[in-house]
């Protein structure tokens, strides 16, 4: 089992940054493509990045390209979300997960986190 620890969330105001962070243990972090969702109430899980085994390659949502940036560090068994430039319709719970294979569908990730709520207040 991979397990996976977000950590970061908070409430801020629109315009402010915060730096989701998802610890992983259990397995061989670097054989997982991670990706980050998020979910708002009475909405389906959405997806918001992913990044490849090595960082070398990473999709953002084109919902939040240029002010969300996907990051990992293997030897820390971490993956990170950067966010700038928040909009209150970026309120929701975010998720990270991990599956070996790219894919931006969350049916399809095996290991989830149990998620940061991010607020952000207008």
């Known amino acids: 089992q991979l397990q996976l620890v977000e950590s970061g969330g908070g409430l801020v105001q629109a315009g402010a940054s915060l730096r989701l962070s998802c610890a992983a243990s259990?397995?061989?972090?670097?054989?997982?493509?991670m990706g980050w969702f998020r979910q708002a109430p009475g909405k389906e899980r959405e997806f918001v990045a992913a990044i490849s085994w090595s960082g070398g390659s990473t999709w953002p949502a084109d919902s939040v390209k240029g002010r969300f940036t996907i990051s990992r560090d293997n030897r820390k068994n971490t993956v990170y979300l950067q966010m700038e430039s928040l909009k209150p319709e970026d309120t929701a719970v975010y998720y990270c997960a991990a599956r070996e294979t790219y894919s931006r569908l969350y049916r399809e990730y095996e290991y989830w986190g149990q998620g940061t709520q991010v607020t952000v207040s207008s």
């Open positions: 259990g397995r061989t972090f670097s054989n997982y493509v």
